[in-house]
Every structure is written in C-alpha cells, then in structure tokens.
C-alpha cells in the first residue's frame, strides 16, 4: 500500500538553529499539506502545495518557516531559526488531488523537540 | 468563527460500544471526516460523511446531520487497540479541513 514518506522521524535542536522536514507523499497525488500538532490539539494547517504552487500558507509564519516543493512531488519545510514553542509534531500529508473533498493520507510525522 | 467540538476524554470497557460525538460550527459544510489517532503517530482515515445517515464500515459506523451540525463515530466490540485519540473534521465552504482537539478514548479490560 502506498505510504507518505516523512524523514527525520525525531528531531533535537538547540534554539536559534535551522531545522528541515522532508516529505515523499503517495506517488501521483498533486496535493500535499504541512500541518503542525501539539500535543492534545487538531492539526495546524502550515501550507497547502497544489503541485508546485502554494494554493495556501496563510498559517505558515514566514519570519522563520519556508516551505518548497520545486518540481510537484517531494517537499521540505524549514525553520530558520527554531525557537522553544516551535516543539510540536510536524505532519505531511497527501491527497489526489483530483476532487475538492479528497482524503488526505498522512505520513508519520516528524517530532520536534527545541531545547 | 469556526469551530468543532468533541469531548476531550471517554472511557469505555472492552467489547461494549462508544459512541464519540462531534458538533460543528462552520462556514459553510462540504463533508465531515474521521481520523484516528495513536499516541506518537500519525492520524489515519476512518470515514467521510457528505450526506445525512449512517455509513458502516466493520466496527466502526459514523452518522451526520447536517440540520442539526451533529456526527457520531459508534465503536462496537471495543479492543484494547482501539485506545487512541478520534479526530473530527470539517470541510468548509472554502473546501479547508477544520480539525477538532479530538477525544482520548480509553478501553479498559
């Protein structure tokens, strides 16, 4: 069955250094999400790529995060630099693309610790 | 403004049936979904309600009515690996996914 691919599954940094996410998403899907958990909250939703285009970054705080998805199909999101409450799990996600009301399909999640 | 509520924690016996609620308030409604969660790890797709009813799916059954801004995930023949967070979801008018806190549900032997 196909998978989102997220790597690293952990992350320790000290604050003030730059930290990047990647994310694979299922083979095909033209849409791709970055979402931000903390711990007993819904997902946040950071920025929503359609293919290589940002249909949505309204949540993204583009002081310190970035995100690309240059050719339509992997992703990285960055945090330059990382600061204390930025501590939460960062998920990726995918959909078809194809309807407006698709699934989206999550990968495991990078977990995010700021010291 | 937006807003989903679901309870924050149940706890219910194993082999009995929970029912986990979820109300809505929202700009406009395109599909209510379900995801679970377990602790550490990602939320995976249980259901999609658009329509008003009930979809069964093995164990597991959602119900929505869109009058009343009301879904329900029904649990039945609980197992101990059934204890994870449940997550409600609401597509709005603009077609983005408004996300509860999501309930912990506890299974106890």
């Known amino acids: 069955e196909a998978e989102v691919a997220q790597s690293p599954r952990y992350k320790i940094t000290e604050k003030s250094q730059a930290v990047a996410f990647w994310c694979d998403p299922i083979?095909?899907?033209?849409?791709l999400y970055w979402y931000r958990q903390i711990l007993g909250q819904g997902p946040e939703l950071l920025v929503q790529?359609?293919?290589?285009?940002?249909?949505?970054d309204s949540q993204l705080p583009k002081d310190r995060f970035s995100a690309e998805r240059l050719k339509g199909v992997d992703s990285t999101l960055k945090i330059q630099p990382a600061e204390l409450g930025d501590s939460a799990m960062y998920l990726c996600?995918?959909?078809?693309?194809?309807?407006?009301?698709?699934?989206?399909?999550f990968g495991p999640g990078t977990r995010l610790t700021v010291l | 403004g937006q807003n989903i509520d679901q309870p924050t924690e149940m706890t219910a016996t194993e082999g009995a049936i929970v029912q986990i609620n979820c109300t809505y308030q929202?700009?406009?409604?395109?599909?209510l979904f379900w995801y679970q969660q377990h602790a550490g790890e990602a939320p995976t797709f249980l259901s999609y309600?658009?329509l008003d009813g009930l979809e069964e799916k093995g164990r597991f059954s959602s119900f929505l009515s869109r009058s009343k801004g009301y879904s329900y995930l029904l649990l039945k023949e609980l197992q101990m690996k059934d204890s994870a967070s449940y997550l409600c979801?609401?597509?709005?008018?603009?077609?983005?996914?408004?996300w509860g806190a999501g309930t912990k549900l506890i299974i106890k032997p």
């Open positions: 996600a995918s959909s078809s693309g194809t309807g407006e009301a698709d699934t989206q399909y």
């Open positions: 929202t700009s406009g409604f395109n599909g």
């Open positions: 309600n658009v």
């Open positions: 790529f359609q293919d290589e285009s940002v249909v949505d």
């Open positions: 083979s095909g899907h033209a849409t």
């Open positions: 979801a609401v597509l709005d008018s603009n077609y983005q996914l408004i």
